[in-house]
């Protein structure tokens, strides 16, 4: 008799699969964009958020994120990518979540975000051929195109796409950072292991 709690599901996919399904489609001139990057670097309202504001009664605005975009960033961060926030908004509630996901440079309430691209670098240690950077508006454009990897959301603002190398498949708020973390990883050829790690942990606690 099979043990429930060890037998395999029958759609599983095979443990060293999964980067080759993430991959898969993808034009190796991007693949080869996602394996340089040592910075990832993230907008906030509508790429970590979906991008709707809404205000309580103090007039903070309250923000919704997902944890798959949470876990993505510990995934990074296991595999040695830095991580970087780069908000034009401040926001108390970013700031929380930015420490709850230890990410290690935060910028917001950002006006040049050319300048403060320049400072994360600098900080990081990393050339602008090794970041990767998310956005989703028209305020984002300098940015992707100064980086190595420029990448958008689904949802994202007209004429923003065709300035991105890659478009997520999921919207901004809905796991569209989650889907560019895993891209990273796949490219850099660390998706695998990280997936055999979390296999094997769920073995053991069985």
């Known amino acids: ?6 037998a395999e599901p029958p759609n599983a996919a095979p443990a060293d699969a999964i980067a080759a399904a993430v991959l898969a489609g993808i034009a190796p001139e991007v693949v ?16 970590l958020t979906d ?18 975009d ?16 780069l908000s034009g908004r401040r926001s108390a509630m970013v700031e929380r979540r930015a ?23 600098r900080d990081a240690g990393v050339s602008a051929d090794e970041a990767a950077f998310m956005g989703d508006d028209w305020v984002d454009l300098a940015v992707m195109r100064r980086v190595g990897f420029a990448a958008t959301v689904a949802n994202a ?18 796991g569209a950072a989650r889907d560019l973390c895993e891209l990273l990883l796949a490219a850099q050829g ?10 094997d942990a769920g073995s053991a606690q069985g």
Not at 100 to 120: F, N, P, R, S, W
């Open 99 to 121: 420490r709850e996901l230890k990410v290690a440079h935060v910028i917001l309430g950002c006006e040049d975000k050319l300048g403060a691209l320049a400072a994360l670098l």
């Open 51 to 68: 991008g709707r504001l809404v205000y309580g009664a103090d007039g903070e605005a309250l923000k919704r994120f997902h944890v798959h």
């Open 70 to 85: 949470g876990h993505g960033f510990k995934l990074l961060r296991e595999n040695g990518i830095a991580i970087a926030l």
């Open 190 to 199: 660390k998706l695998d292991a990280s997936y055999r790690a979390h296999l």
């Open 1 to 6: 008799m099979n043990d429930a709690r060890t």
């Open 157 to 174: 603002a007209t004429g923003v796409r065709a300035q991105a190398h890659w478009c997520a498949a999921r919207a901004g708020g809905n």
């Open 32 to 47: 080869a964009r996602a394996a340089r990057v040592r910075l990832a670097i993230f907008d906030v309202d509508g790429v």
